[in-house]
């Protein structure tokens, strides 16, 4: 992933200062969307039936760690387009920490949707 968030690079940047960080998140989930989500882009995972889903992270390497399991979404019951993966602190709501564009993702009603093991990157 490549776009860190405003609230996590805050977070970060304060913590470079001297400030507390503040508590992990004890999950991280990943949202699909249509569209960048810093401008009006929509929460496909919300519209074709699916949720946010938990994204299990291998070890970090050279500034970079990718999923460790695949992220199963579950099957689509209608059509959209996937054009972003967004990372959050919760399962609904909460906090956007980064985002990446991603190749035009298209989805059918009754197609399993997921993330390939390995797929998923975050690097700073």
């Given at each position: ?30 949202a699909l969307y249509n ?90």
């Amino acid at each position: 992933m490549s776009d860190m968030s405003a609230y996590l690079g805050d977070k970060l940047l304060n913590w470079i200062k001297g400030s507390a960080f503040g508590t992990a998140p004890a999950s991280v989930y990943a949202a699909l969307y249509n569209g960048d989500p810093d401008s009006g882009g929509t929460e496909l995972t919300g519209t074709i039936n699916l949720t946010r889903q938990a994204v299990t992270w291998g070890s970090v390497a050279a500034r970079a760690v990718a999923n460790s399991a695949e992220v199963n979404y579950g099957t689509a019951n209608s059509t959209g387009t996937a054009t972003y993966v967004v990372l959050f602190d919760a399962s609904t709501s909460g906090n956007q920490l980064s985002k990446k564009s991603i190749s035009s993702a298209s989805i059918s009603s009754g197609e399993k949707v997921a993330i390939a093991v390995g797929a998923l990157t975050l690097s700073y």
